[in-house]
DNA sequence: CGTTCAATTGAACAAGTGCTCAATTCGGTT
DNA sequence: AACCGAATTGAGCACTTGTTCAATTGAACG
């Protein structure tokens, strides 16, 4: 197999290893065995696992962020908006909350996972805001600082996945769709 | 050293190491040699590490819920809340953040944390909660649908926070500052 | 003094981790 | 056919983790 075809197969291997078990509990040998390849073929495409671990997370925040991009696109900014509340509550088992939220507290710990983090942090929030500002066009009434309020909308959602994938947690993915539609509708003068 | 004292004094150091090396770094063997104890005494008193992790962050986060409490009683709503805005980017090197959210992200996996985030997460809402039902009292103007506001402020501090630590993001903790009080001004009839 | 029992020790163990490296396979080139 | 270099192996190393348990201390009590 050539090179940039197995790198690929394993960043992949990897994405699936930590959807299912976690940023914290997979192992450079649950990829190698779901591989069914040696340990040693994994250090050769990348030197230390926290280097893997980081592209996986990489490619998986850009999918998950381009998705959403997708699922929004040429929508008035309103339905776009709703859209986006519907799709935070969408994911059946919130695996790519949990991998989400996990590489978020990792981040504290491992320098390139810091990075790649920070830059997903500032696409979701570029998108968000640019959501904001297209509602304030297609209204006339411009949104004031359509920044802030897309970082407040961003760390919302954040901290509302946050109490939401606590097991046995009093919020429910209903109430956090709630709580999102109104801290949206709070934002965009009470009209979304 | 009697038993009780004992107990207290090991959960008394747990925290100190968790709060200084993270939830996930702390190991049981950093509290023995803090203490200069044996390994076994520490299993004497607490049968896993998993229940000492978890009393030793229930007691952290009660603590910091009461500081909070104490610094918001008798005071009127209004500046109450404004010293909650303060008090979330008081801590210099954000170590109870840290333990916070590093607890959050744990109480996925682990389910004596998650009772003991789950009842945490119900305190600082009902505190918050109760804030905003005082500031509505004291301004005549009722606010509506205190419950919802408060969840909202909660998630949105905990998702600034996140933010906020990873390393060398642009959200800084003057920022944060700022959208958590535009947040107070817009959940509460623009005049916090 | 002798007895008792909780407090305490710390070496040892099993399980798990990331990573190394000499050895092997094997497709492509000469 | 001979060769080369990239792909691949996997046993093994060094390290860390939580936990166990037989052995020891030492204060309290009769």
Redesign the pocket.
């Known amino acids: 197999?050539?090179?940039e075809d197995?790198r690929k197969q394993i960043v992949e291997t990897a994405i699936d290893v930590i959807l299912q078990k976690g940023l914290a509990?997979?192992?450079?040998?649950?990829v190698t065995r779901a591989l069914?390849?040696?340990?040693?073929?994994l250090?050769?495409y990348f030197?230390?696992?926290?280097e893997l671990r980081a592209e996986a997370v990489r490619l998986a925040a850009t999918r998950e962020i381009e998705a959403v991009k997708a699922l929004v696109e040429g929508v008035p900014a309103c339905e776009a908006l709703e859209r986006v509340a519907d799709w935070m509550v969408d994911d059946e088992d919130m695996q790519h909350w949990r991998l989400w939220l996990n590489a978020l507290d990792e981040a504290h710990r491992d320098d390139l996972l810091a990075e790649v983090m920070n830059a997903a942090l500032l696409d979701w929030h570029r998108m968000i805001a640019g959501l904001l500002v297209r509602l304030g066009e297609e209204r006339g009434a411009t949104t004031s600082n359509a920044d802030d309020a897309a970082w407040r909308v961003t760390a919302l959602m954040d901290g509302l996945a946050s109490a939401m994938l606590v097991k046995g947690s009093a919020m429910t993915a209903r109430t956090a769709r709630v709580l999102l539609k109104q801290q949206l509708r709070l934002d965009c003068g009470r009209q979304v």
Do not use: C, E, K, N
Request: aromatic letters at 4%; glycine letters at 18%.
């Open positions: 197999m050539s090179g197995r509990q997979a192992a450079t040998r649950d069914g390849v040696g340990s040693g073929l250090h050769h030197p230390s696992w926290a």
